[in-house]
Each structure stands twice: as C-alpha cells, then as structure tokens.
C-alpha cells in the first residue's frame, strides 16, 4: 500500500497565529488529494519561549487543524505550544479528517535556547496506526537522540515504517539536520520524514528549510529547496520497504536494551 504524504516548507510569521493559520491553510487548500500533511514545528508562532502565547487543547490552533484536516479529508501534524494546568508542552498534534486526535509531547527540549526551563518535556514515544502503516512522529531535537527513535524488532514486527520529525532548525547546524535524517532512515529500516521552515525568527536566526523524504536506504526522495517555500508530495511505497526488510535483515542482529525516563 501507498501513502502520500505533504511537506509545508514556509515562512512563520513571528509570534502572529492568525497570520500563520491564514497562510497554511491558503497553502493547503489547493493540494491535490494527499494522506497525511505535515507542517513545522510551533508552527502558528515560530520557535518562542513566550509561553503566554500557549493555547489549551481546545483552543483556536487544535480547532483550525480540526477543520483543515476535515476539508481536505487528510492527516493533518505539526507542533504548538500547548497548556495543561501548570505546564506548558511543545506538542505535537496529529489530526485525523474524523476529528480524533493523538498527541506527542516533545520529549528533548533544546537546553540552548532554554527551551528547558520554559516547557515541560514529555515522557512518552507515539505510534499511530493509519492505513496499514506505523507511524512515530517527533519534534526537532529529537533527532539527536537516537536511542530515543530506535525502531526496535520484536516478535517478528517493527515498532514502525515512517519516522516524522517537524522542526525549526536553524541554519548554522543544517550540516547535523542533513545528515541525521538519513542516518536515521539507514539505522531504523524506515522512511525518514522531515519538515523544517524558512526565513528569519523574530530572534533573526535564519531557518534554510532542508526539509526532505528518505527512503529506507537514506536515499532522498523528495526535492524540496533551500531557503525557498516549497510544498510537495512524495508517495512512500510499502511493499518496497517490507521487501527491503526481508532482504537485508539487520534488525535481527539488533542490540537490545532498556530505555529508563
């Protein structure tokens, strides 16, 4: 079975909701028919730590994905700063066209722009179920941490097939961005997804995009520029990936291990 999935590589306006969900729905509207569509990272306010700007769950963000999602019968994922109670989470929301949600709350929060001590970190990998595929999304930094991603083999069965990272990843580290994502994609057996903005923040960090689709042998797939905003459409192949895997089955020799939160 196929899936077609949509990258959204843009601009964010700084700090500006109603002008970021007037322009990612202006770019969502036109898309052909898709499965799953993926946005950046915070992606109605850019990367802040201006938590006062957090909504609820049921706020105006989780709202709009409610509705976008719905009008173009697609998956709809990305980020948002999101309050629960005391604490305030960088969370991933993955809406369903029925209006069902799942969430994943970002679990490495990056120390250098002290992230940390505004948010609260989660304590809890995803994996979706969505059409005969398994899907673990996560946020940014997370691709640092590879044991934290590890696509384990149990009982003859993957954790998952495509692993999903939205983010704001700054220009100066897009050599670790470019090689990461790849690596990833080699070492878990999976397709590796990632979607990154462009333009400047309102801290005038530069963002180059890079986002980009690899298939399970780290071959990029998609052809999304640098710098410039670009939506595209990249159709992933099961029967190829499980094909691979039959083939070539290096997760049989897999180390195991505990992973202690």
Known sequence: MSLKIATIQTKLSWQDRESNLINLESKIENLPATDIIVLPEMFSTGFSMETSLAEEIDGTSVKWMKKVASSSNSVLTGSLMIREGKSVFNRLIWMFPEGKLEYYDKRHLFRMAGEHLHFTGGSRRLIIQYKDWKICPMVCYDLRFPVWSRNRFMNGEFDYDILLYVANWPEKRSHAWNSLL????????AYVIGVNRVGVDGNDINYSGDSGVYNFLGEKM???????????????????????????????????????I
Request: net charge negative; glycine share 2%; hydrophobic share 30%.
């Open 182 to 189: 790849p690596a990833r994609a080699i070492e878990n057996q």
């Open 222 to 260: 998609s052809k999304s520029d640098r710098y410039g905003e670009k939506t595209e459409i990249i159709e992933l192949n099961k029967q190829e990936l499980d094909q691979y895997r039959e083939v070539f089955p290096a997760s049989e020799d897999a180390d195991s291990f505990e992973l202690k």
